[in-house]
């Protein structure tokens, strides 16, 4: 056991999953068994919280909330986009860790905030404060590098799946080799999301819909883009088609950003590749075309999680808390597949600096040479990942998810200037 004794704080940052919580639960759970973890906070909006000495008593909850947190979506102890800059942001930090004796810092984020943990660990060590910081992954869009995949992954993609053989049912009543539907969803630079749309098609029916996806992995041109739909509508009653927010020309430039704006880490707000191509759909072919997009609701459909991505997720914020009790810090836990022909997947570490800001894009070799469809490769990947289902209670017909308490903690600072 470790000779480390203080207290843990729990954070979450950037855009919620279907699954976050699950790692928060994990989290907890794992920490109410080390005797050398004292108290067990939760810091309310992330790095924010911290910022604002905003921390909640996560060992007050009922052992149920904390069980309910892997079937609740959004991010129960709030999130944020706040970028640490000022040095005083970065003092302020190790003023409350200090003041509360914190010891433990586990952060569950995506590629900025686990460069957040990175610094903030950094400081602590220049600044002579032990601390154990470690990373738990999250994010729908897949593209952290070193870790086989991510928590929020497989529930994304298989709510996805399950709304595009939905729409299917529905255009195959209303087409006439005369109806393109589009489907966007979210994914940035990185296709993963896109492809994972491929697992709704019957196995040995290469031609069920999706019939087209459109990556941000391969430069997209009008031109190929309406000979692609042409073709799909000679031979179907209708067109499906999948397109990841990230879609780019050939020059790089994404084809639409939903507005001007950039956020705190200079991230492009990405939408309206769907609209984009309903646009190019009725200009050139002149027949109806129909765009829809997810948006939110992709990461938030805990009624359609998949059961393998709960359980990694849970298993992720476990191992988080077993590495810093060993001993471990500056590390993010990553998922690893085995090697055996049957799907198993364990835990790992890899440095946080080598994940903080990096893409892991969408292996080009997994794509067929049409560039509008995914190969076995793929498919033996991602399949493993959508597997069972999560149960999710219902009361009077709808579900019923966990509501946090939110018994504070006492602050012990004067309050904080953000501006």
Not at 51 to 78: M, V, W, Y
Not at 153 to 163: A, L, M, P, Q, R
Not at 236 to 242: A, D, K, Q
């Amino acid at each position: 056991m470790s000779e480390l004794t203080g207290n843990c704080l729990i954070g979450q940052s950037g855009g919620p999953t279907a699954v976050i919580n699950a790692s928060v639960a994990g989290a907890v759970t794992e920490a109410l068994n080390h005797e050398c973890i004292e108290e067990i906070y939760g810091c309310r909006n992330g790095v924010l919280g911290i910022l604002n000495e905003d921390l909640i008593d996560l060992a007050a909850e009922s052992q149920q909330t904390i069980r309910a947190l892997k079937h609740t979506p959004g991010a129960a102890l709030g999130t944020c986009r706040y970028k640490l800059k000022k040095q005083q942001d970065f003092d302020r930090v190790l003023e409350v860790f200090k003041a509360h004796n914190i010891r433990y810092f586990f952060y569950a984020g995506g590629n900025d905030s686990q460069d957040t943990a990175d610094k903030i660990s950094k400081l602590a060590q220049a600044q002579g404060w032990e601390m154990r910081v470690i990373g738990i992954p999250k994010t729908i869009d897949n593209d952290l590098p070193v870790t086989d995949h991510c928590p929020g992954y497989g529930s994304v993609v298989k709510y996805i799946c399950t709304t595009v053989r939905e729409l299917a049912c529905d255009n195959a009543a209303m087409g006439q080799h005369d109806l393109v539907s589009i489907l966007e969803v979210m994914g940035r630079s990185a296709g993963w999301i896109a492809a994972g749309s491929a697992l709704a098609k019957r196995r040995d029916h290469p031609h069920d819909p999706p019939h087209l996806i459109y990556l941000p992995e391969v430069a997209f041109t009008p031109e190929k883009f309406i000979e692609d739909v042409r073709r799909v509508l000679k031979r179907e009653r209708f067109c499906l088609i999948v397109v990841g927010e990230g879609l780019v020309d050939p020059d790089g430039n994404y084809v639409s950003t939903s507005s001007a704006q950039i956020d705190a880490f200079g991230h492009s707000q990405l939408g309206g590749a769907g609209d984009y191509l309903r646009g190019l759909v009725e200009q050139h072919l002149g027949i109806k075309a129909r765009s829809a997009k997810l948006g939110i609701v992709q990461r938030a459909a805990a009624h359609c999680a998949s059961k393998a991505d709960v359980e990694e997720a849970f298993m992720a914020g476990a191992a988080a808390v077993k590495a810093a009790v060993d001993g471990v810090t500056d590390k993010m836990i990553t998922l690893v597949r085995g090697e055996s022909d049957q799907y198993v997947c364990e835990t790992g570490l890899a440095d946080l600096s080598d994940i903080a800001n990096g893409v892991k894009m969408l292996p080009r070799e997994w794509i067929n040479d049409d560039g509008v469809s995914m190969n076995q490769q793929f498919i033996r990947y991602a399949l493993p990942l959508i597997q069972g289902e999560s149960v999710v209670p219902y009361e009077r017909g709808v579900p019923v998810f966990a509501r946090l308490s939110f018994e504070p903690v006492e602050r012990k600072l004067p309050g904080y200037d953000l501006l």
